[in-house]
């Protein structure tokens, strides 16, 4: 496995600002992903975060409210964009490492309040 | 994978017994199935997974079976502890996809 480590870990904010929360991963990976996770719910696939390009958005799911960079193999980070409280959630970064086809590995979540 | 149904939403076990979770996938590519425990505040941590040319698989007291035919897995945990408590989640993905799709969750209470 490896250490996955994001920030902040929690905030709470006020609706029509932005967020942005990074992904910082000791260990190379291949793949970056950006999940939510709506309370006491399941998780869904927001994004993959790709090196140098743009990432891929899941249905429902835009550039404009969510804005991933990736700048380099180790880290990425997504916005969240103009919040509304229907944003709280936790979000989550996933890894799958180099040499580990199809197995991720999740960080500790950013827990997100909004107002 | 398309869909993946996860069964039962609550489990409430006593330490020490043993305690079965049950998921069924609708997609026949699916190929790779993990099992994630997820605790209280925390992101969620991958215990056990399986890959389709194998039916079962075992690391201590956590086993996972495989039942391709039926399209179900299932997740085994034996001689419960207090520490097992936690909201468990099944997933699968399909031949070539690095997409997970997730069950709805199981939330296990090990009551001592």
């Known amino acids: 496995s490896a250490v996955i480590s994001q920030k902040p870990s929690r905030d709470i904010c006020q609706r029509g600002t932005s967020l942005t929360i990074q992904c910082q991963v000791d260990?190379?990976?291949?793949?970056m992903f950006w999940y939510r996770q709506q309370p006491g719910q399941s998780l869904t696939l927001i994004a993959t975060?790709?090196?140098?390009?743009?990432?891929?958005?899941e249905s429902g799911f835009v550039i404009d409210k969510f804005p991933i960079s990736r700048p380099n193999l180790t880290f990425s980070t997504l916005t969240v964009s103009n919040m509304s409280p229907e944003d709280s959630s936790i979000y989550l970064c996933?890894?799958?490492?180099?040499?580990?086809?199809?197995?991720?590995?999740f960080g500790p979540g950013t827990r997100l309040t909004v107002l | 994978g398309e869909n993946v149904e996860q069964h039962p939403s609550t489990l409430s076990v006593q330490e020490g017994d043993s305690a079965v979770i049950k998921c069924t996938y609708s997609?026949?590519?699916?190929?790779?199935f993990p099992w994630y425990k997820q605790e209280l505040g925390k992101g969620p941590q991958l215990i056990i997974d399986i890959r389709s040319n194998v039916g079962e698989k075992k690391d201590q007291r956590i086993a996972v079976t495989l039942n391709k035919t039926a399209k179900h897995f299932s997740l085994h945990i034996t001689e419960t502890q207090p520490e097992d408590s936690a909201v468990y989640f099944c997933a699968d993905s399909g031949a070539g996809s690095y997409q997970l799709t997730f069950g709805k969750g199981t939330k296990l209470s090990v009551i001592p």
């Open positions: 996933s890894v799958e490492l180099a040499g580990a086809t199809d197995t991720q590995y």
């Open positions: 260990s190379q990976v291949t793949m």
């Open positions: 975060a790709n090196q140098g390009s743009e990432a891929t958005y």
């Open positions: 997609d026949s590519a699916s190929n790779y």
